[in-house]
């Protein structure tokens, strides 16, 4: 392989991962919002928390142990899309980050 696609791909690598995760973070925050009364407050969600959690998901794509399980979750995601299992997106071990 060239040298400048290799560097393009680690490039997409390295951004794309951890936006996945923020991403990831913030529909679990979504999720737990909307189906536990933990997290409700007394009006609608907090900007401040969904980016906590989002910064939380990076932090669990970024770590060794977490990128694997992530990988994981997101192979599973897939499959999930492509079998076309909706009842399967509406359960909590869908929608956790890892």
Known sequence: M???IRSGLACIT???WPALGFYRGIKSYDY????NKIYRSPT???YI???LWGFVGI????NPIGGFVGLYKEVYRI???LRGIEDEKKTRYYNEVL
Do not use: A, G, T, W
């Open 2 to 4: 060239n040298n400048n």
């Open 14 to 16: 390295m951004f794309s």
């Open 32 to 35: 737990n919002y909307s189906n």
């Open 44 to 46: 609608r969600p907090l």
């Open 49 to 51: 928390d969904k980016l």
């Open 59 to 62: 932090f669990c794509y970024l």
């Open 79 to 81: 499959e999930v899309i």
